[in-house]
């Protein structure tokens, strides 16, 4: 097992910085994850751990060593491609073994890592095969085996399951995580979709325009966001944002106000499932409501504010009707409008 640790790495692409200062540790045998919108630069980042990239500043150390200037053969790292990079004329077994044959591994410990990886990976049938003859989720073991059989102490994921249905995405995601525990790696996995992140990782490293916005467990992004741009990422539906004086009319909602501002001087955020439909609070309209079988997502409107409620279940709710909508004090959470930050120990 291995730690990859980056420091104040920074990487600019015609002067606008791709990734700019960017430090990290990723612990030796955990998943991390990378999340973010498109241009967030966190594939940049794992190009960066690569040697794909090199940095214009910082460092980067894997499994204690610096390998800021290692050419990508000298990193120990294996990487799995979005669009898993298979040769299309060779077949599955020489996909999955050409790494280590032209590392000039001997035949034998190749039969073996096949053997293992094929077995590990439910492959064995498919050894003969050309990549056209595969189904996507066939390939993506193919391009997963091609990292395991590497046996590195560290492996990178460039969006793997972006190709994928969204049900073979998920039996994936599953499988992925229990490969990674199996054979004890750090993986450091990049993607935009927050299910991912949320369902597989230890830690998630959260980016916004090269910089990282939050880095922490999934439980604390989702209930402790530092910023209102991880609030809104982090959560389906997204956190409802209200500026703070729009609750004046129900006082009870700021009662627990941080002490010292003033309500225009915050914004408060609530999370859909804690919001509730009341006899009376603060007065909302209903716009629509989309029934989704296990729950139904109420879209109302306050003033010109947007909030959603989510029940369990399912709700009739016509369009236009007036509501009220209450939470708990405890279940709000406060950022300063000016800088769009959470307000400490709330």
């Known amino acids: 097992m291995a730690q990859v640790c980056l420091s104040e790495v920074t990487k ?8 700019h200062r960017v430090s990290f540790a990723a612990e030796a045998g955990s998943l991390v994850v990378l999340l973010g919108p498109s241009g967030c630069g966190k594939s940049t980042t794992l190009r960066l751990i690569a040697g794909l990239e090199n940095p214009d500043v910082g460092t980067i150390e894997i499994a204690g060593r610096d390998v800021t200037r290692e050419p990508p053969a000298r990193r120990g790292v294996a990487m799995v491609f979005q ?20 590392r000039g591994v001997p035949r034998a410990e190749r039969d073996g890592r096949l053997k293992r990886a094929t077995d590990m990976l439910g492959l064995e049938r498919l ?3 050309k990549p056209a003859q595969l189904s996507g989720g066939q390939q993506q073991r193919v391009a997963l085996g091609r990292a395991v059989v590497a046996e590195t102490a560290v492996c990178l994921m460039d969006e793997p399951l972006s190709n ?11 499988e992925i995580r229990a490969l990674q525990r199996r054979l004890g790696i750090t993986m ?8 991912e992140a949320m369902t597989m990782a230890d830690r998630v490293i959260l980016m916004r325009a ?13 209930e402790q966001p530092e910023t209102v741009f991880a609030a809104r990422f982090i959560g389906a539906p997204a956190m409802n944002l209200l500026p703070a004086g729009v609750l004046a009319k129900c006082p009870e909602l700021l009662a627990g106000m941080p002490a010292g501002h003033a ?11 804690s919001v509730a439909l009341a006899q009376a609070g603060l007065q909302a309209r209903i716009i629509a409501a989309e029934y989704l079988g ?3 997502q109420v879209e109302t409107r306050v003033g010109e504010e947007t909030v959603i409620v989510r029940r369990s279940g399912r709700f009739a709710a016509p369009a236009g009707a007036n509501i009220y909508l209450k939470w708990r004090p405890q279940d709000a959470h406060w950022f300063e409008a000016s800088s769009h930050r959470r307000i400490a120990g709330k």
Do not use: C, K
């Not at 450091?188 to 299910?195: C, E, G, K, S």
């Not at 309500?263 to 499932?273: F, K, N, Q």
């Open 263 to 273: 309500p225009e001087a915050l914004i408060a955020g609530v999370r859909p499932e």
């Open 83 to 102: 669009s898993y990079a298979l040769f299309p004329h060779l077949s599955v077994a020489e996909n999955i073994l050409f790494g280590l044959r032209v």
């Open 12 to 19: 600019a692409w015609g002067g606008e910085p791709a990734v």
């Open 294 to 296: 296990a729950d139904t």
């Open 188 to 195: 450091l996995y990049v993607t935009h979709d927050q299910v």
């Open 164 to 174: 994928l249905d969204a049900q073979l995405r998920g039996d994936m995601r599953r």
């Open 210 to 222: 090269g910089h990282i916005e939050q880095n922490g467990t999934p439980a604390s992004l989702y």
């Open 127 to 129: 050894l003969d095969r």
